[in-house]
């Protein structure tokens, strides 16, 4: 059997998306039990919301630049076409203002404002 480059790219495109889905599950799940065992301790109900959405949001963007990563290696190196081109830029524009708009929901402020 013999192994072409392709393949092993394959291998490496599905582990980067399997690692994406794995760190969002994980993150939502440590995000959860964060705040349910802060729930008693914390008198301050709203920075528990805070606080676990944050985390939640930052596992969010952390997993689609993975996904990114994972669309921008199927394109160059495995099917390497104009209309795969395309759709990758598609795809790679949704999930920047995607985000983007998560950036802007976790920290409350627009990037071109000053931080306070």
Known sequence: MQITWICIFEYIILGLEMASAILIVATILIAGIKAALNFKKIKDKNQIYISTRTMVG???????EILIAADI???????FNFQNIAVLGLIIIVRVI???????????????????
């Open 58 to 64: 930052r596992g969010i963007l952390l997993g689609l």
């Open 73 to 79: 290696i199927r394109s160059v190196c495995v099917e």
């Open 98 to 116: 995607l985000g983007f708009t998560l950036e802007v929901e976790i920290s409350g402020k627009w990037p071109w404002q000053q931080k306070k």
